[in-house]
């Protein structure tokens, strides 16, 4: 197996210091210290299984406000906006 690397864009600002960039192995971005691939076999076990939770998610409703952040986005306020699982800080 390769050795991790880590990579970024120099034309984009770091904020963390010493930040290494985005761990790669390959050419494959990862989490861990290897490569997750799971095997055809275990990938079937979790679609034909029951989901314990299944019916808990079905009925949850509950979703955020929509928030309109246009003033903020055109400010120069430094701050947080959320999109989905995506977070970026302005500053």
Request: proline content about 9%; hydrophobic content about 30%.
């Amino acid at each position: 197996m390769a050795s991790p690397r880590f990579v970024s864009n120099p034309s984009l600002p770091i904020i963390k210091p010493n930040y290494p960039g985005n761990k790669m192995i390959g050419n494959e971005y990862c989490n861990g210290e290897a490569l997750y691939e799971p095997s055809f076999k275990t990938v079937i076990r979790w679609q034909l299984n029951e989901n314990p939770q299944k019916k808990e998610k079905k009925a949850d409703t509950w979703a955020p406000d929509v928030v309109d952040c246009t003033a903020f986005l055109q400010s120069q306020e430094d701050g947080w906006c959320g999109l989905g699982t995506l977070r970026f800080c302005y500053a």
